[in-house]
């Protein structure tokens, strides 16, 4: 499993995982339950929570 480090507080961040398949994830999204809004995408057959914006620190 990836891990993922938060740049600003240095924490470990472990992404939530969730298996379902491509059919799946297009009837949540035919259903409402999933939106734009929703910071999840499917990878790999696995509905996967989107790291956090980072905005880039000016020089």
């Known amino acids: 499993m ?3 480090l938060n740049p600003d507080t240095e924490e470990v961040i472990r992404p939530q ?3 379902i398949s491509v059919e799946r994830y297009h009837e949540m999204i035919e259903a409402g ?3 734009e809004d929703d910071r999840l995408e499917l990878l790999e057959g696995y509905l996967v929570e989107k790291r956090p914006l980072i905005h880039p620190t000016p020089l």
Do not use: D, E, K, V
Request: proline share 0%; charged share 0%; hydrophobic share 55%.
């Open 17 to 19: 995982l969730w298996q």
């Open 2 to 4: 990836t891990l993922l």
């Open 33 to 35: 339950s999933l939106t």
